[in-house]
Nanobody, 115 residues
Framework: QVQLVESGGGLVQAGGSLRLSCAAS????????MGWYRQALGNQRELVAD???????KYAAFVKGRFDISRDYAKNMVFLQMNSLKPEDTAVYYC?????????WGQGTQVTVSS
């Protein structure tokens, strides 16, 4: 298993931006992909975005055009740039190793967007 540590969450006003980072304890290049998920209070965990080993990306409809996922193999890190944040983006954001998190999950970082 890999250890994942998210950072970059916090409190931001609507319309603002945050950049989430996920640091992996070992090489992420061996995984079939990496992803970001979120879970709002009372809701199920849902996919925000993922990136395959081939570089293909997928975004949830509710973030398309506002969020951007990227990775740095040299640093074993994955990023989520979040722009034009909305109050409904408030959630705990989780980094996942492997598509669907098959290789592990981080502890999450709280993102709160105030109106």
């Amino acid at each position: 298993q890999v250890q994942l540590v998210e950072s970059g969450g916090g409190l931001v006003q609507a319309g603002g931006s945050l950049r989430l980072s996920c640091a992996a304890s070992r090489s992420i290049s061996s995984f079939n992909g990496m992803g970001w998920y979120r879970q709002a209070l009372g809701n199920q965990r849902e996919l925000v975005a993922d990136i395959t080993s081939g570089g293909g990306t997928k975004y949830a409809a509710f973030v398309k055009g506002r969020f951007d996922i990227s990775r740095d193999y040299a640093k074993n890190m994955v990023f989520l740039q979040m722009n034009s944040l909305k109050p409904e983006d408030t959630a705990v954001y989780y980094c996942a190793a492997g598509l669907d998190g098959i290789n592990g999950w981080g502890q999450g970082t709280q993102v709160t967007v105030s109106s």
